[in-house]
């Protein structure tokens, strides 16, 4: 699970030390698969609440949109081809009869062969059969991805909206090289300190891979947009944290 390569900033003059803002776009990130992954359950209060994760980064991005509700024909290896990142996003849809030997695998395998993954959602499909938890309050640590959000560190913080969400059994003491959690639950169950959001930066195949357990409307709206930014801003860069 996560982690970002070390940044290579040699001898930098004192006076241009200065942090620099986030960019709008991600340096090496132009094309962008999105698979919509709106089939099964809908565990939220409505439907009409998930944000569209296309419209988010369809001005800064090319992107192409797979919805699954809205397909008739299997995903081909050839219809991932050619992106400089994939999201698979299931926001709160949860499909408990998940056949790995399918799109999973055809996911995951532009991933090995040198992409860049986002998977994100309450029930992500890979992590079924899953536990399921209520979610109100996480911890944030300190990570390029939440850069600039204006959020509180290291401590518990209410999310937006409570939801239920698969419970992923990672902490950091299982963290292995190239691997970094930004986001912990923090409610108060036999739970608390596992992931909900992690990192993973494989440098000899310079692949990247995030793993979220959350939909994007637990965040407030003024927060939605820029952390998606940082999430690909993050995929784009020569080296990862």
Sequence with gaps: VPVAPEEDEENADEEDSEEEPVPDTAEGIETIFVYVDDD??????????????TALISDQYDVTTWQVSE???A???????GFDLIIWYSAEYREEEFDFEDEA?????????GGNLLIMGATPPTLEPAELVDLSTVRYAEHPIL????????EPV????????????LIEDDLGEGEAIFMFRADDNEFVDNAVGATVYNEFTDTRFVLLTIPLQVFGEDIQTQFIDNLIVWFGSASSE
């Design 75 to 81: 995903l081909e290896l050839d219809d991932l081809e």
């Design 71 to 73: 397909k008739d024909e």
């Design 147 to 154: 850069d600039g959000l204006g959020l509180t560190l290291d």
């Design 40 to 53: 099964g359950a809908f565990l939220g209060e409505s439907e009409s609440d998930t944000v569209d994760i």
């Design 158 to 169: 209410s999310l937006d909206q409570a939801i239920s969400a698969s419970v992923l059994e």
């Design 105 to 113: 695998n055809l996911i995951f395998e532009a991933l090995f062969d």
